[in-house]
């Protein structure tokens, strides 16, 4: 079983910046995908990044040169940095794995508020 633990969310100005970690315990592969996605109230939860085993990675259009994914296999970590944060990048962050199995994991979310 596989158990994914986000941090790093929380309150910050437009213009900040935050940086996201997701730890895996169990049975992480480096070629298992791994990626973040973000809920807003109201809205669907659509993906803001994505990172492959070779590193290839993948960004929402909204996030493309703001926002930078990163893994360390080492340490079964994802995480996705955060810089020129907009109040519409508010939304509940959740750290995604999909395994080379088929299997699907998520991470119960973290809040990120950007707001003056």
């Known amino acids: 079983q596989v158990q994914l633990v986000e941090s790093g969310g929380g309150l910050v100005q437009p213009g900040g910046s935050l940086r996201l970690s997701c730890a895996a315990s169990g049975r992480i592969f480096s070629s298992d995908v791994m990626a973040w996605y973000r809920q807003a109230p109201g809205d669907v939860r659509e993906l803001v990044a994505a990172i492959s085993s070779g590193a290839h990675t993948n960004y929402a259009d909204s996030v493309k040169g703001r926002f930078t994914i990163s893994r360390d296999n080492a340490k079964n970590t994802v995480y996705l940095q955060m810089n020129n944060l907009k109040p519409e990048d508010t939304a509940v962050y959740y750290c995604?794995?999909?395994?080379?199995?088929?299997?699907?994991?998520w991470g119960q979310g973290t809040q990120v508020t950007v707001s003056s």
């Open positions: 995604n794995v999909v395994a080379s199995t088929g299997n699907n994991y």
